[in-house]
Structures are given as C-alpha cells and as structure tokens.
C-alpha cells in the first residue's frame, strides 16, 4: 500500500511559478514510478511528468518540456514539481499518483493523492 499527499498548489499569475509536493509513505515507495496528472474542470485527467524512484529516469508531456522539472528526495521520501513560466492552459488540479511501471494512462495507477488545485490567472 502506498499513501501520497500532495502540497503546494495556489492561485498565481501568468509567468509565475509555484513548486508541488508529493510525500509518499507505505511499504516499499521506493519501488514505485511517481507520476503527476492534471485534470481541468470538464476534461480527462492528462500525464503531466513522471519519475522513477529507482534510477530517477525522468518523462514529460509536450507541453510542460522545458517549464516542469520533476525530482525526487529520497531522504523525504518526495517528489516535487516545479512549475516555472506558468500559463493560465494549466490551471487545473494536480494529482500525484503511483504505480509499479511507468505509464501516461491515469487508469494503470494504482494509488492516488487527493489533489492540490492550481490556478494562474493571465
């Protein structure tokens, strides 16, 4: 089982950053891929950014390259994302979630954090 809470969302303007927490605890976390996941009022929950715990290989969506970085703490058991040049395109709330492999497919993620809300405003 693993637990995920994430932090650190807010209402910030265009060009603005904002960095996310995602703290997980349970048995055996750092076996697991932690990905972030975004869901706008009236759309699908979209794949953000993933890294894998072991080794820290890193993916991003096409349209966070060069803006997100994700990274991990292993002494905190965390991985944040930080979200530089920020647009209003992505306000949404952020999810981090965990799985045994990597996937962009929000449905093969086992364990999910209850969301932090993001917003920029332009």
């Known amino acids: 089982q693993l637990q995920l809470v994430e932090s650190g969302g807010g209402l910030v303007q265009a060009g603005d950053s904002l960095r996310l927490s995602c703290a997980a605890s349970g048995r055996a976390s750092s076996s697991y891929v932690i990905a972030w996941f975004r869901q706008a009022p009236g759309t699908e929950r979209e794949f953000v950014s993933a890294?894998?715990?072991?080794?820290?290989?890193?993916y991003y969506a096409d349209s966070v390259k060069g803006r997100f970085t994700i990274s991990r703490d292993n002494a905190k058991n965390t991985v944040y994302l930080q979200m530089d040049r920020l647009k209003p395109e992505d306000t949404a709330v952020y999810y981090c979630?965990?799985?045994?492999?990597?996937?962009?497919?929000?449905?093969?993620?086992?364990?999910w954090g209850q969301g932090t809300q993001v917003t920029v405003s332009s």
């Open positions: 890294i894998a715990w072991s080794g820290g290989s890193t």
């Open positions: 979630a965990g799985q045994k492999t990597l996937s962009i497919n929000a449905d093969l993620y086992d364990y």
